[in-house]
């Protein structure tokens, strides 16, 4: 079963039963202490080196920041300009903004070869502008919430072939990520009639943008 996002020791990871591939990145969350002289040349060398990994998580922030910040628009803006350059795909971060995180990406239409819109949240009227981007969506455990009506009922609306299940976590013990990504899945497919198989091949689309 693919976990579409998570965390370890630093960076972000999405894992199949095949590979797991590395995304490398600056969340907004952290946009404000970056040198912005350094962050495009570090971002390029790591990806050269890791041929594999991809672009996340970035995006910008109202949930803990409050407002988007010109640095989170910068960073964001600086990294999607090295993805589209190495042709890697990116994971997105969009907390309480997605309607301009989507807006953002579209300047790069074309340029980057597929978006993972992590943890989306928001209204189903971005759906067709977020696939038209190639665009996948994560959804994680807030299914498991019972107060989480809304959330449940855009994840029925999603399109079933660019729906993947995470459980963005840091956990050290692999088998407390796997409970949770097994109850995140079981819920969803109670919701969708997603099966496992589906959940692996829309993985593979993802990651194949690329060749990966």
């Given at each position: ?15 199949s039963r095949?590979?797991t591939?590395?995304f ?6 952290n ?5 912005m002289?350094?962050?495009a040349p570090s971002l ?7 041929p594999h990994a991809?672009?996340?998580e970035?995006?910008?922030d109202?949930l ?9 628009r ?6 999607l300009?090295?993805?589209?350059e190495?042709c890697r795909p990116?994971v ?6 997605w309607?301009?995180v989507?807006?953002t990406?579209?300047?790069?239409a074309g340029?980057?070869?597929a ?5 989306f949240?928001r209204?189903d ?12 969506i994560?959804?994680g455990?807030a ?6 009506v ?5 994840v029925r ?12 976590d840091?956990?050290?013990d692999?088998?407390?990520?796997a409970e949770a990504l097994s ?7 109670e919701l969708?009639g997603?099966t496992?198989?589906?959940?692996d091949a829309?993985?593979s ?8």
């Open positions: 079963m693919t976990n579409a996002h998570y965390h370890r020791e630093g960076v972000t990871l999405l894992s095949e590979k591939i590395r490398y990145g600056v969340h907004p969350w946009a404000e202490t970056v040198r002289e350094e962050l390029r060398t790591m990806l050269e080196a890791d991809g672009v996340g970035v995006g910008l109202r803990k920041t409050r407002v988007v910040t010109a640095a989170q910068e960073v964001l803006l600086s990294q300009e090295v993805a589209a190495l990116v997105l971060h969009g907390a309480k903004c309607g301009e989507v807006k990406v579209k300047l790069f340029r980057i070869p978006f993972l819109f992590h943890g949240s209204s009227g971005l759906v067709p502008e977020i696939v038209a981007l190639n665009g996948f994560s959804v455990k299914v498991l919430n019972d107060h989480a809304n959330y449940r009922a855009l609306k999603l399109p079933l072939d660019r729906l993947l299940v995470e459980t963005d840091d956990a050290a692999e088998q407390e990520r109850a995140v899945f079981s819920k969803t497919a969708t997603l496992e198989a589906q959940l829309n993985a689309s993802f990651l194949s943008s690329m060749r990966l």
